[in-house]
């Protein structure tokens, strides 16, 4: 990427092909407007009134919108929008546009739209409050049952699921500074215009304008619900500020405890977890990356370099109900997100923000790519990329994978009998592994990975072959040696070619495997 160089402009995606009719609003025209407000002083979105600032989670979630009154829902599109309301965590409004062959329309706030159980509360909400986002929904199922897939709401934040998810990770238009000392900005979506589709069509447009102190943007969604829902993502940044740690395609996900980590005490679920790890496919080496997820001691930034990226995401791999035994949150149906570069991604690398967390309530996991060429002050970026939400294969993944990770003592009976050292059990299956005999000659390959060879000691690793599920097993004895933060790198191998990703997991003092019960 180089500042001040337009790669996108007439952009056509192949296979999501969009008739505009005569007076429809064009990409041009909201980059021109993110532009002039990067030359302009920011101004932050008015706050609505302090009462629904203040409203607790509870009180916020009982003001429901009225299906009857949705967006569309009496002309032939298969696509209508319900509205969100300003209130708790939604702290300003957003401007909201219809786009039809008339040209654009704004789209009024109704109060009446919503029911309130509280009839003081209702009387309290102004009548030109102005909605918080919007929520689009489709018939993913076989009937005509309008199904919410896709949400916009709240900063830059936006939410899909596929056909057989339920909610759960969030995408988001950029990621400013995050998890740096000095702070993370964080921009927001000022204004969206939704285009109207066609009857019958499966597919519909939105374009959003973006604003922060140190960046407005433009940004084209062209979105396709189903089994996987598809949003192709056409953006152009326009920079007020230089920006330490700028963060494209950041994704926003939770882990709270998994088979990796210690229980919390008191809790009696397995685990509790959005997603399980990061994948990254790098093109340029040929490698499958698999990091999974931790609740850290402390926050910790891990810099993960790629040669040429084809794609990474945060993944949830473990959906069993009986992996979480949780009836409510059904974290066993929570979805995967993979973002897939297609114009103007530089070289860089993906980071990974681990946060702290003692509640599954805190967003504490994100996922971006930062680009290696520095953002100046006045620098303009255009890049666009396709994003997927959907089931555990929504990477398109053709090797062998990392199920599941544990990690004990390795001085006690069935870890071993090295104080200070770890056993850590990585169970592969997958790809070629399952046309493969159970007495197939595989090997390990582990190393540290992060340049610290010294830091840690490999006692031992070797493969076996679990009858019991039909997986392979890897073993591993390790020691960390010192305070600094080795990286362990896992594959199995066949005849000195790689069946499986590459699985790598942090062993410092900041991974949490340390921590009480």
Request: charged content about 25%; proline content about 7%; glycine content about 12%.
């Given at each position: 990427?180089h500042?001040?160089?337009?790669?996108?402009?007439?952009?056509?995606?192949?296979?999501?092909?969009?008739?505009?009719?005569?007076?429809?609003?064009?990409?041009?025209?909201?980059v021109?407007?993110?532009?002039?407000?990067?030359?302009?002083?920011?101004?932050?979105?008015?706050?609505?009134?302090?009462?629904?600032?203040?409203?607790?989670?509870?009180?916020?979630?009982?003001?429901?919108?009225?299906?009857?009154?949705?967006?569309?829902?009496?002309?032939?599109?298969?696509?209508?929008?319900?509205?969100?309301?300003?209130?708790?965590?939604?702290?300003?409004?957003?401007?909201?546009?219809?786009?039809?062959?008339?040209?654009?329309?704004?789209?009024?706030?109704?109060?009446?739209?919503?029911?309130?159980?509280?009839?003081?509360?209702?009387?309290?909400?102004?009548?030109?409050?102005?909605?918080?986002?919007?929520?689009?929904?489709?018939?993913?199922?076989?009937?005509?049952?309008?199904?919410?897939?896709?949400?916009?709401?709240?900063?830059?934040?936006?939410?899909?699921?596929?056909?057989?998810?339920?909610?759960?990770?969030?995408?988001?238009?950029?990621?400013?500074?995050?998890?740096?000392?000095s702070?993370?900005?964080?921009?927001?979506?000022?204004?969206?215009?939704?285009?109207?589709?066609?009857?019958?069509?499966?597919?519909?447009?939105?374009?959003?304008?973006?604003?922060?102190?140190?960046?407005?943007?433009?940004?084209?969604?062209?979105?396709?619900?189903?089994?996987?829902?598809?949003?192709?993502?056409?953006?152009?940044?326009?920079?007020?500020?230089?920006?330490d740690?700028?963060?494209?395609?950041?994704?926003?996900?939770?882990?709270?405890?998994?088979?990796?980590?210690?229980?919390?005490?008191?809790?009696?679920?397995?685990?509790?977890?959005?997603s399980?790890?990061?994948?990254?496919?790098?093109?340029?080496?040929?490698?499958?990356?698999?990091r999974?997820?931790?609740?850290?001691?402390?926050?910790?930034?891990s810099?993960?370099?790629?040669?040429?990226?084809?794609?990474?995401?945060?993944?949830?791999?473990?959906?069993?109900?009986?992996?979480?035994?949780?009836?409510?949150?059904?974290?066993?149906?929570?979805?995967?997100?993979?973002?897939?570069?297609?114009?103007?991604?530089?070289?860089?690398?993906?980071?990974?923000?681990?946060?702290?967390?003692?509640?599954?309530?805190?967003?504490?996991?994100?996922?971006?790519?930062?680009?290696?060429?520095?953002?100046?002050?006045?620098?303009?970026r255009?890049?666009?990329?396709?994003?997927?939400?959907?089931?555990?294969?929504?990477?398109?993944?053709d090797?062998?994978?990392?199920?599941q990770?544990?990690?004990?003592?390795?001085?006690?009976?069935?870890?071993?009998?090295?104080?200070?050292?770890?056993?850590?059990?990585?169970d592969f299956?997958?790809?070629?592994?399952?046309?493969?005999?159970?007495?197939?000659?595989?090997?390990?390959?582990?190393?540290?990975?992060?340049?610290?060879?010294?830091?840690?000691?490999?006692?031992?690793?070797?493969?076996?072959?679990?009858?019991?599920?039909?997986?392979?097993?890897?073993?591993?004895?390790?020691?960390?040696?010192?305070?600094?933060?080795?990286?362990?790198?896992?594959?199995?191998l066949?005849?000195?070619?790689?069946?499986?990703?590459?699985?790598?997991?942090?062993?410092?003092?900041?991974?949490?495997?340390?921590?009480?019960?």
């Amino acid at each position: 990427m180089h500042s001040g160089k337009r790669w996108l402009i007439g952009l056509i995606l192949p296979g999501l092909l969009y008739a505009h009719a005569a007076g429809a609003l064009e990409f041009r025209e909201i980059v021109d407007k993110a532009k002039a407000r990067a030359e302009g002083e920011y101004q932050p979105p008015p706050s609505v009134p302090g009462f629904l600032r203040n409203l607790s989670y509870r009180a916020y979630q009982s003001i429901r919108f009225n299906p009857q009154a949705s967006l569309w829902r009496e002309g032939r599109s298969r696509f209508q929008v319900m509205m969100v309301p300003p209130g708790s965590y939604y702290t300003h409004t957003v401007k909201l546009n219809e786009v039809d062959a008339d040209g654009v329309k704004p789209i009024p706030f109704d109060k009446s739209e919503f029911s309130f159980p509280d009839p003081e509360l209702a009387k309290r909400v102004p009548a030109d409050l102005g909605y918080a986002g919007f929520k689009l929904t489709y018939p993913m199922g076989r009937g005509d049952e309008q199904n919410q897939f896709l949400v916009f709401a709240g900063a830059s934040y936006f939410r899909g699921v596929g056909a057989d998810n339920h909610f759960g990770l969030s995408a988001r238009g950029i990621a400013i500074d995050t998890g740096l000392p000095s702070g993370e900005e964080v921009p927001s979506f000022v204004e969206f215009w939704l285009e109207r589709p066609g009857g019958g069509s499966e597919r519909m447009r939105v374009y959003g304008l973006l604003d922060g102190p140190s960046v407005a943007g433009a940004y084209r969604f062209d979105i396709q619900p189903g089994k996987t829902t598809r949003i192709d993502v056409t953006a152009e940044l326009f920079y007020r500020n230089p920006v330490d740690q700028p963060g494209l395609a950041p994704l926003t996900s939770m882990f709270y405890y998994g088979e990796n980590t210690a229980r919390p005490r008191g809790e009696w679920r397995p685990q509790v977890h959005d997603s399980s790890g990061l994948l990254i496919h790098d093109q340029g080496a040929g490698e499958w990356l698999w990091r999974p997820l931790t609740n850290p001691s402390r926050l910790r930034l891990s810099y993960l370099q790629v040669d040429r990226l084809a794609g990474f995401g945060l993944m949830q791999r473990d959906t069993q109900f009986d992996q979480f035994e949780d009836a409510e949150a059904r974290y066993d149906k929570r979805p995967s997100a993979w973002v897939a570069p297609r114009q103007g991604w530089s070289n860089g690398e993906v980071v990974l923000v681990e946060i702290p967390t003692n509640a599954e309530t805190n967003d504490n996991i994100v996922a971006f790519w930062k680009p290696k060429e520095p953002v100046k002050q006045g620098d303009h970026r255009a890049f666009a990329y396709s994003l997927r939400f959907g089931d555990k294969d929504v990477s398109g993944q053709d090797t062998g994978r990392a199920l599941q990770t544990f990690v004990g003592d390795g001085n006690r009976p069935g870890g071993g009998t090295e104080e200070g050292a770890y056993r850590i059990i990585v169970d592969f299956a997958g790809g070629p592994l399952d046309d493969l005999k159970p007495n197939a000659a595989i090997v390990s390959k582990v190393s540290e990975g992060s340049g610290n060879s010294d830091a840690v000691e490999i006692i031992e690793h070797f493969v076996e072959y679990v009858e019991a599920d039909g997986t392979w097993r890897l073993s591993m004895l390790v020691r960390p040696v010192g305070e600094k933060a080795p990286v362990l790198r896992g594959q199995l191998l066949l005849d000195n070619e790689p069946l499986t990703e590459t699985w790598t997991y942090s062993i410092g003092p900041d991974s949490g495997l340390g921590q009480k019960q």
